[in-house]
C-alpha cells in the first residue's frame, strides 16, 4: 500500500501509529483516507452487486414511471462521477506537466468514479424492476458519508492548523463530493412510486410492510401506526391488515403439499425399484398400503420452507459474529482503565464501538427473528392446509383410526409445535459455533484452565441426552392422553343431551378427569425434568419430533380410492352399473356387499328395500365411492346429489344450507324449498331463509333437517341423485308431499335418475323397478308387479301383510294404487320397508292381525284432497307479510353469537385466580427462592470482582482458598435456590392445570342444553385443547422466565449502580421510557393475542363440521370449495398472528436500544470516572451492562407473553363460570325410594321457551295422563311434540306453571334424582365409542344376565352374539360402524335395562323397517306393559292403540282424548286420521 501512496506529490505513509494512536489528538494519514476509507464502500457495491441483480431478476415487480426522485437520484450520481473523475483529469494534468501525483490520486477517482457511474445505472435499473426503497444503495450512500466524513474533518482541521488550504482544488471537490454524498444519501431515503403495471392491490388495508422504506422495514418503523391505534383504543377485526400474498394459505399450502406429492412419488419410486410394485399410480402419488416406508415430511418441510430459514442464518450469524466482539471491546476497555497515561479519546471510542455493536446486533437479530418467525406461521399454515385436505380423503378404516379430537390435535398442537421450534432451529449451528469461539476466546484469557469447564460441558451431553430422551417419551405419551382427552370430550359435546337425558353425565366426567390425572402426572414428570436440565432448549426438537412422526404418520394413511368409480365412461343408456362388485368398509373386515350386479337405467326412478342391516347405505356409499372395492367395476356417469340418512346441515343460515357454495338463482331456489315443503317452516323461523342454523341443525328438527338436505339436493340440478332413506324422518303427509312434488314420476326430479333407500312401501308401486337386497346381496331385481308375482321373499312378506287391503279401501288414490293385477288386490303399503328377518321371527312371533296391520301400512298415505292443504298450508309469504318481518329477521335470524373478545388490559382477579389456582403458600415460597437467588448472584458476582482486584504478592494472591471456597458455596446456593424454584413452579403450575381444568370440566357438564345449542362446538372444544394447552405447558415456562429477567435486571441494575454511582444520573430516564414502551406496546398486543384467540375458534369447528360431513362434500364434489373456506379460516387468524408477531419485533427494537443505551452510559461514566474506579468493578459492570440488553427485551417479551398467555385463564374462567341447570342431587330434597311408583303426569299451566327472548313453544299447557295409560302425542313440526319431553326431563324449564310426577313437583328435586328415573328412547340414536357394553351399561348396574336379556329383547342377540368380540364389540365415534336401524335397537336395549314406570317414545322407530318396528312395538307392549308410556308419533297407526291421543297445535292442547272419540268429533285428529286412511 505504500508503493501506492510513498512516491511523488503528495505522498505518505499508510500508517502511522503516532499520528492515529498515541496522541490526544488523532487523525489518519492522507493514504489511509484515499485509499482504504474512499474504496470501502465501492468494495461493497461490487461485492454485493451479483446477488442483488439476480434478487431483482427473480423479484419483478413491474416499472415505475420515471419521476422527479429518479431523476434527482440519477442526476447526483452522474454528477459524483464526474466530481471523480474531474480529481483524475487533474492528477493527469499534473502528470503531464511535470508534477507528478502518488499513484493513489490516479486510481482512487477511477475506482470511485466508476462505482458513481454504476450506482447511477443501478438507480435507473431499479426502477424498471419496480423497487420502491433500495436497502443496498441506502447502505452505499451511508458508507460513502461515514467514510468521507473522517477525511472532510482532517482536511479543515489541516487547514485552519495550517492557516491555509494546501490543495484547492481537490479541497473543493471532496467537498463537493461529500455535500452529494450526504445528499444522495438523504434522497435514497425517500421511497419511489408504486409500480405502473403492478396488479392493483383494491384492499383497503394492505399490508405496509412492502411498501415501505429501508429504514421502516429495519427498525419496524411501519408498525408504529397499529402500535398507536392500539393505544388509543382496543383493535378491532376492521383495523388489521390483509395478509401478502405469500404468506396466504392458499400459496404456503400449495407450496408444501407440491413438495409432499413429491415425497410420496420418491417413497413410491423406492418402493417399485425394491420389487414392490403398487396397484395404480394414484396409490403411487397417494401412499398406497404396500409402500415399504412412508415419505419424508421433514423433507418436504425443508424443500418448502428452506430458503427462509438460510436467509434467517446469515443475519443469525452476523449477529452472533457481532456478539464476541463486545467483550473484545470489554478487555480493551479494561486494560485502558488500568492505563492511566491512556489518552480519554481512547475510552471513548472504545464505548461507542460498543454502543454501535451493540445496535448492529440488535437490527441483525430481529431481522434474523422476522424470517425465522414468519417461516414458523408459514409452517403452521402449510401443516393445517394439508392436515385439512387430507382429512377429506382419508379412506373410512383410516377415519374410524383418526377421531375429530386427534386430527384437531394434529391441526392445534402439533402443528403449534412446529411453530414453536422454529427459532431454535438455528440454535443447531449456532450453539456449537458460540461454544467454539468462547472456548477460543477464554483460552487466550486463562490457557489450560478452560479445559475444566470444557470437560464439565462434556459431561453434560450425557445427562442432557437422557433428559431428552425421557422427554420425548412424555411428550409422545402426552400427546396420546391429549388426544384421548379431545376425542372423549369431542364425542360429550356431540352427544350431551343425551348424556342429560339419561343422567350419564358423572360417568363420562369421571372418564374425562381419569385421563386428565395421567396427563398431569406426565406434566409433572416433564417439569421436574426440565427443573434439572440446564439445556431445556435441547429437548425442543426431540418433542417437535413426536409431532413431526405424528402428522408424517397421518398424511401417509390410506385415501379412497378416487378411481374405484369410473366416471367417465359407461354404457350408452345407463347412469348406473355395478359388475360383480364386492366392497368392503377396511381391508380388515369381511365384505358388506359381495357379488353385486346392478345397472340402473338413465332417468329411472329406483328403489332399494331390505331388513336393518342388510347393506342399503352401504350400497349407496359404494356407488359414492366410499368403500374399498375389493373386485368388480362400479360405473356412474354424470354429477351426484346426495341425501344421507341422517341429514348433514352445517353451521350457517338455511339459505346456504341450501345453495352450497352455489350461485343463487332465486326461481330454482323457490322451487326447491316448495317442493321440500320448506315453506311453511320459513314462517316460524326468526329470520326465515337468513336464519342461522346451529351446529349439526341443533334448532331444528329432525325432519325440518332431512328437508333442508333435501332441498339441497334438488336445488344442485344433478344428473343422479342417491336418497338414503330421506321420508323416515318426516310427517306421514310430508313425505307424501315431498314424493310426489320431488322424486316421484311427477316430482322436479322427474327426468333425473334417483336411487331412493325407502322404509315407504307405499310408494314402491310408482317405481321403475326395486332392488331387494338381503346380507349384503341382490336377492330381487324388477317391477312391483313382476316382483308380487314371484314366489320369493318379497311377494311373501307383501302377501302376509297386506291381504285384502283393495276391499277396505277402495277409495285409495288409483295413481298410487294402480296395479295391474287381478281384483286390485294389491294397493299400496305405507312407511316401512321389506324384511326376511329370520333371526329377528326365531324369539318373537309376529302377529298377523289383519286389521291392525293395515291400518298401520295406511297411515302415512295421504289423499290428494283437501286433507293435504290443511296440514300442508304452502303458501308463500306475501309482499306485505315480508316487510312486517324484515326488521324482526335481522334482530332475530342470529343462533351462533360472535364469540366475546374482552378488551383493554387483562383484569387482575384473572391474575389472582391463576394465583389461587397455584397456591398462595406456593406462589410465596416462589418469590422468596428468586429473592435469594438474586441475592446470591450478585454476592457472587461482588465477591469475584473484589478477589480480581485483590492485591498480588510475589506474583500470587493470598487467601486463595478462602476466596474460592465462598465463590462456589454462593455459586453451589444460587444453582439450588434456581433448581428448588423451578420445582416449586412446576408443583404451583400442575395444580393450578389441574383445577382450572376440572371447574371448567364440571362446569360444562352441567351447563343447559340451551348453550350447547347457541355455542359451536369447536368454541368449547377450543378452551379444551388449546387453551387447556397454554396453561399446562406454556404459561410455567413464561412465568420462570419473566422471574429469571426481572431478577437479571435487578442485579444487573444494583451491581452497575455499586460500581458507577453516576448511572443513577440516567436509570430514571431510561426507565420511563422503557415503562412507556412496555405499556405503549402491551396494549397492542393483548388485544392482537384476544383476536387471535378467538379468530382460532372457527377453524377447529368448521374443520369438525368438514370431517362429520365428508361423504356430502364429496359427493356433492365441492372440496376445493371447503379447502378455500378452510383457508380462509385460517387466513383471518393469521391477520391478527402475523401482527402479533411483528409487535414483538416492533417493542425489541426499541426497548433493546434501551439496553444499548445503558451499555453506552456504564462505558461511558466508567471512562469519566476511570481514576477512582477499579478495572475489576468496571469489567464486572460493563459485563452486565452487555446482558441488560437481552434480559431487558426478553423481560418486556415475557410480561407482554405472560399478559397473552393469561387470556387462556381468562377464557377458561370465562365458560367455568357460565349459567348452570339446577343441581344434579338436592339432598334436602330427594324423592322417595323407588320413586315413581304409580308413574301419573301431569302439567298444570305450563309454558315454556327454549331461552330468554324467544317466544313460548308450550302455552298454558293442563293435561293428567293417569299411572299405566299409553298418550300418543300428534302435531305438525313445530307444535311442540319433542318439546314436551324435554320439559319432563327438564332440559327446558318451566317459564311458569308445573309438572307433577306421582304428585311431586319435579322443580323441587335434583335433576339426576329426575331423569334416572326416566327412560327415553331418543329421535336420534347417539353412541360413545368404546365397547357396546359402556354403552348400554356405563355405571355397571347390571349383570351380564341382565345385558343379555336386554340385547334378546331388542333384536341385537344374534348380531352381538355373532361378533367375537360380544358385549365389548368396539363400537365407532357415533357408532357409524353400525346401520341406524341398529343404534336405535340399542337405544331400546338401555330403555329394557332402566325399565323405569315413566316411558317416553320420541319418534323412536322412523329409521327401522317394517318387521323390527313391530317387534320393538310388541317389546313394549309386552315389556312396558304396566307403564305409562308418552309416544311422539310421526306414524298416526303407532298412536291408534293408545289409551289416548294428545293433539298440539302451536304450543297448546288442541285435543285430548281416546282415539276412536277423536275420529268421532271429526276435529284435527279426524282430519290427520282420514289424510292417512285411518278414518
Not at 427 to 454: D, K, M, R
Request: with cysteine; hydrophobic share 45%; net charge neutral.
Amino acid at each position: 500500500m505504500d508503493a501506492l501512496c510513498g512516491s511523488g506529490e503528495l505522498g505518505s505513509k499508510f500508517w502511522d501509529s503516532n499520528l492515529s494512536v498515541y496522541t490526544h489528538n488523532p487523525d489518519l494519514t492522507p493514504c489511509f483516507q484515499n485509499s482504504l476509507l474512499a474504496w470501502t464502500p465501492c468494495v461493497y457495491l461490487w461485492a454485493t452487486l451479483p446477488c442483488y441483480l439476480l434478487y431483482l431478476r427473480r423479484h419483478h415487480r413491474g416499472y415505475i414511471v420515471i419521476s422527479h426522485l429518479s431523476r434527482l437520484k440519477t442526476a447526483v450520481g452522474i454528477l459524483l462521477w464526474c466530481v471523480s473523475w474531474a480529481d483524475l483529469f487533474y492528477s493527469l494534468h499534473g502528470l503531464v506537466h511535470g508534477r507528478a501525483p502518488a499513484p493513489i490520486f490516479l486510481v482512487t477517482p477511477l475506482v470511485v468514479g466508476v462505482t458513481m457511474l454504476l450506482a447511477a445505472l443501478v438507480i435507473q435499473h431499479e426502477r424498471l424492476q419496480g423497487v420502491q426503497s433500495s436497502g443496498v444503495l441506502i447502505i452505499f450512500w451511508f458508507l460513502c458519508v461515514v467514510c468521507a466524513i473522517i477525511p472532510f474533518c482532517s482536511k479543515i482541521l489541516s487547514a485552519v492548523a495550517k492557516g491555509k488550504i494546501v490543495d484547492p482544488f481537490r479541497f473543493a471537490t471532496f467537498c463537493i463530493y461529500f455535500t452529494l454524498a450526504l445528499f444522495a444519501f438523504i434522497l435514497s431515503c425517500f421511497r419511489e412510486k408504486p409500480p405502473l403495471f403492478s396488479p392493483k392491490n383494491v384492499d383497503s388495508n394492505p399490508f405496509p410492510e412492502a411498501d415501505t422504506g429501508f429504514f421502516s422495514r429495519l427498525t419496524f418503523w411501519w408498525f408504529t401506526k397499529l402500535a398507536i391505534l392500539g393505544h388509543r383504543r382496543p383493535l378491532e377485526e376492521r383495523d388489521l391488515w390483509s395478509l401478502n400474498k405469500e404468506d396466504c394459505s392458499e400459496v404456503v399450502v400449495q407450496r408444501l403439499l407440491e413438495a409432499w406429492k413429491k415425497q410420496q412419488k420418491q417413497a413410491a419410486w423406492v418402493a417399485v425399484a425394491s420389487g414392490k410394485t403398487v396397484s395404480s399410480e394414484d396409490e403411487e402419488l397417494l401412499g398406497g398400503r404396500s409402500r415399504p416406508r412412508e415419505p419424508s415430511f421433514l423433507k418436504a418441510l425443508l424443500v418448502t420452507f428452506g430458503p427462509g430459514f438460510l436467509v434467517s442464518s446469515c443475519f443469525m450469524l452476523a449477529q452472533d459474529l457481532l456478539s464476541f466482539v463486545n467483550p473484545q471491546l470489554l478487555s480493551v476497555l479494561i486494560r485502558f482503565i488500568s492505563n492511566p497515561t491512556a489518552p480519554n479519546w481512547w475510552g471513548f471510542l472504545v464505548a461507542g464501538l460498543m454502543f454501535m455493536c451493540s445496535v448492529m446486533q440488535t437490527l441483525f437479530l430481529h431481522q434474523a427473528n422476522r424470517y425465522v418467525f414468519v417461516m414458523g406461521l408459514r409452517l403452521r399454515t402449510g401443516i393445517i392446509g394439508l392436515i385439512y385436505r387430507k382429512a377429506l380423503v382419508i379412506s373410512n378404516s383410516v377415519r374410524r383410526e383418526s377421531t375429530v379430537g386427534e386430527i384437531v390435535n394434529l391441526m392445534s398442537v402439533d402443528a403449534q409445535h412446529f411453530m414453536n421450534l422454529t427459532p431454535f432451529l438455528n440454535l443447531l449451528w449456532s450453539g456449537p459455533l458460540h461454544i467454539i469461539l468462547a472456548i477460543y476466546f477464554l483460552w487466550q484469557n486463562l490457557g489450560p484452565s478452560v479445559l475444566a469447564g470444557v470437560a464439565f460441558l462434556v459431561l453434560q451431553i450425557p445427562l442432557n441426552a437422557v433428559v431428552a430422551t425421557k422427554m420425548h417419551a412424555f411428550q409422545a405419551k402426552q400427546m396420546k392422553f391429549k388426544d384421548s382427552r379431545i376425542k372423549l370430550m369431542s364425542e360429550i359435546l356431540g352427544g350431551i343431551k343425551v348424556l342429560k337425558l339419561y343422567a350419564w353425565e358423572p360417568n363420562f366426567l369421571q372418564q374425562v378427569e381419569g385421563i386428565r390425572q395421567s396427563e398431569l402426572r406426565l406434566l409433572r414428570r416433564a417439569a421436574y425434568l426440565h427443573a434439572i436440565s440446564v439445556f431445556t432448549w435441547h429437548c425442543t426438537p426431540f418433542l417437535t419430533s413426536v409431532s413431526l412422526k405424528r402428522i408424517q404418520h397421518f398424511l401417509s394413511q390410506d385415501e379412497l380410492d378416487s378411481q374405484c368409480v369410473e366416471r367417465k365412461t359407461i354404457t350408452p343408456g345407463h347412469a348406473v352399473i355395478i359388475e360383480n362388485g364386492t366392497f368392503t368398509w377396511a381391508q380388515n373386515l369381511s365384505p358388506t356387499l359381495h357379488s353385486l350386479d346392478i345397472q340402473v337405467p338413465k332417468g329411472a326412478l329406483v328403489a332399494m328395500v331390505g331388513p336393518v342391516g342388510c347393506g342399503k347405505s352401504s350400497l349407496v356409499s359404494a356407488l359414492l365411492g366410499e368403500m374399498e372395492k375389493l373386485e368388480g367395476k362400479v360405473y356412474v356417469k354424470g354429477s351426484v346429489a346426495y341425501v344421507p340418512q341422517q341429514a348433514w346441515i352445517q353451521n350457517g343460515t338455511l339459505q346456504e344450507n341450501v345453495l352450497f357454495g352455489r350461485t343463487l338463482d332465486p326461481s330454482r331456489y323457490q322451487r326447491a324449498l316448495e317442493a321440500c315443503a320448506l315453506l311453511p317452516d320459513l314462517e316460524v323461523l326468526p329470520g326465515r331463509d337468513k336464519t342461522e342454523i346451529g351446529e349439526k341443525g341443533i334448532n331444528l328438527s329432525g325432519g325440518q333437517r332431512q328437508r333442508v338436505s333435501l332441498a339441497r339436493a334438488v336445488y344442485s340440478d344433478a344428473d343422479i341423485f342417491l336418497l338414503d332413506d330421506p321420508l323416515s324422518a318426516v310427517d306421514p303427509h310430508v313425505a307424501k308431499h315431498i314424493f310426489d312434488q320431488v322424486i316421484g314420476p311427477e316430482g322436479v326430479l322427474a327426468r333425473k335418475t334417483r336411487v331412493l333407500v325407502t322404509h315407504s312401501l307405499s310408494f314402491l308401486p310408482q317405481m321403475d323397478f326395486i332392488i331387494v337386497l338381503a346380507d349384503g346381496q341382490v336377492s330381487e331385481v324388477g317391477t312391483y308387479s313382476v316382483l308380487l308375482q314371484h314366489s320369493d321373499s318379497f311377494a311373501n312378506f307383501i302377501h302376509n301383510y297386506a291381504p285384502g287391503k283393495g276391499k277396505e279401501h277402495p277409495e285409495e288414490d288409483s295413481r298410487t294404487a294402480g296395479l295391474d293385477n287381478p281384483g286390485d288386490e294389491e294397493v299400496p303399503l305405507t312407511e316401512d320397508t321389506l324384511s326376511n328377518h329370520t333371526d329377528l321371527m326365531d324369539n318373537e312371533p309376529v302377529t298377523n292381525e289383519v286389521q291392525k296391520q293395515l291400518k298401520r301400512q295406511l297411515s302415512a298415505v295421504s289423499s290428494d284432497g283437501e286433507g293435504q292443504g290443511h296440514s300442508l298450508p304452502l303458501k308463500p309469504l306475501g309482499p306485505a307479510e315480508k316487510v312486517v318481518q324484515a326488521a324482526e329477521r335481522k334482530a332475530n335470524g342470529t343462533l351462533i353469537e360472535e364469540e366475546k373478545v374482552e378488551v383493554g388490559k387483562v383484569k387482575v382477579n384473572v391474575f389472582w385466580d391463576y394465583t389461587k389456582a397455584v397456591g398462595l403458600s406456593i406462589t410465596l415460597v416462589i418469590c422468596l427462592l428468586y429473592v435469594g437467588q438474586s441475592a446470591a448472584a450478585i454476592g457472587a458476582s461482588i465477591w469475584l470482582s473484589a478477589w480480581t482486584n485483590e492485591a498480588m504478592v510475589d506474583g500470587r494472591q493470598n487467601n486463595t482458598s478462602h476466596r474460592l471456597g465462598v465463590y462456589a458455596a454462593l455459586g453451589i446456593l444460587q444453582g439450588m435456590l434456581v433448581v428448588l424454584s423451578s420445582i416449586m413452579m412446576a408443583v404451583g403450575c400442575a395444580r393450578a392445570a389441574r383445577l382450572l381444568h376440572q371447574a371448567l370440566l364440571h362446569n360444562q357438564m352441567r351447563s343447559p342444553q340451551s348453550f350447547f345449542d347457541t355455542t359451536p362446538s369447536g368454541r368449547i372444544l377450543n378452551r379444551f385443547s388449546k387453551d387447556v394447552h397454554v396453561i399446562d405447558g406454556v404459561l410455567r415456562p413464561t412465568i420462570l422466565m419473566v422471574l429469571s429477567s426481572f431478577s437479571t435486571c435487578i442485579c444487573t441494575l444494583v451491581i452497575i449502580v455499586i460500581s458507577t454511582p453516576l448511572f443513577t444520573v440516567v436509570i430514571l430516564p431510561l426507565a420511563a421510557f422503557y415503562i412507556f414502551m412496555q405499556r405503549f406496546y402491551v396494549a397492542t398486543s393483548r388485544q392482537l393475542k384476544r383476536l387471535e384467540s378467538v379468530s382460532r375458534s372457527p377453524i377447529y369447528s368448521h374443520f369438525s363440521e368438514t370431517v362429520t360431513g365428508s361423504s356430502v362434500i364429496r359427493a356433492y364434489d365441492c372440496i376445493q370449495d371447503f379447502e378455500a373456506i378452510s383457508d380462509a379460516k385460517v387466513d383471518n387468524n393469521l391477520r391478527s398472528a402475523y401482527p402479533s408477531f411483528f409487535s414483538n419485533r416492533w417493542l425489541g427494537v426499541r426497548v433493546e436500544f434501551v439496553g444499548n443505551c445503558v451499555v453506552l452510559f456504564a462505558a461511558l461514566f466508567a471512562v469519566i470516572g476511570k481514576s477512582s474506579l477499579s478495572p475489576g468493578m468496571v469489567g464486572l459492570s460493563v459485563s452486565y451492562a452487555l446482558q441488560v440488553t437481552f434480559s431487558l427485551n426478553l423481560l418486556i417479551r415475557m410480561l407482554s407473553e405472560l399478559e397473552s398467555n393469561i387470556v387462556a385463564v381468562e377464557r377458561v374462567k370465562e365458560y367455568s363460570k357460565t349459567k348452570t341447570e339446577a343441581p344434579w342431587v338436592i339432598e334436602g330434597s330427594r324423592p322417595p325410594a323407588g320413586w315413581p311408583t304409580q308413574g301419573e303426569v301431569e302439567f298444570r299451566n305450563y309454558s315454556v321457551r327454549y331461552r330468554p327472548g324467544l317466544d313460548l313453544v308450550l302455552k298454558n299447557l293442563s293435561l293428567h295422563v293417569r299411572s299405566g295409560e299409553k298418550v300418543g302425542i300428534v302435531g305438525r313440526t313445530g307444535a311442540g311434540k319433542s318439546s314436551m319431553t324435554l320439559c319432563l326431563f327438564r332440559i327446558l324449564e318451566a317459564s311458569e306453571g308445573e309438572i307433577r310426577v306421582d304428585g311431586l313437583n319435579i322443580a323441587d328435586i335434583g335433576l339426576h334424582d329426575l331423569r334416572s328415573q326416566l327412560t327415553i328412547i331418543p329421535q336420534e340414536p347417539i353412541l360413545f365409542s368404546g365397547t357396546l357394553r359402556r354403552n348400554l351399561d356405563p355405571f355397571s348396574n347390571y349383570s351380564e344376565e341382565d345385558l343379555w336379556h336386554a340385547l334378546k329383547l331388542s333384536h341385537l342377540h344374534t348380531f352381538v352374539s355373532s361378533q367375537p368380540a360380544g358385549l365389548d364389540f368396539q363400537c365407532s365415534e357415533g357408532g357409524e360402524n353400525l346401520s341406524v336401524g341398529q343404534r336405535q335397537l340399542v337405544c331400546l336395549a338401555r330403555a329394557l335395562l332402566r325399565k323405569s314406570r315413566i316411558l317416553i317414545l320420541d319418534e323412536a322407530t322412523a329409521a327401522v323397517d317394517l318387521e323390527t318396528d313391530d317387534l320393538i312395538q310388541a317389546t313394549i307392549r309386552t315389556q312396558f306393559e304396566t307403564c305409562t308410556v308418552l309416544t311422539i308419533a310421526h306414524r298416526l297407526n303407532t298412536v291408534m292403540d293408545h289409551t289416548r291421543v294428545l293433539v298440539l297445535d302451536k304450543g297448546t292442547v288442541a285435543e285430548f282424548d281416546s282415539p276412536a272419540s277423536l275420529i268421532a268429533a271429526r276435529g284435527i285428529f279426524y282430519g290427520m286420521a282420514r289424510d292417512t286412511g285411518l278414518a
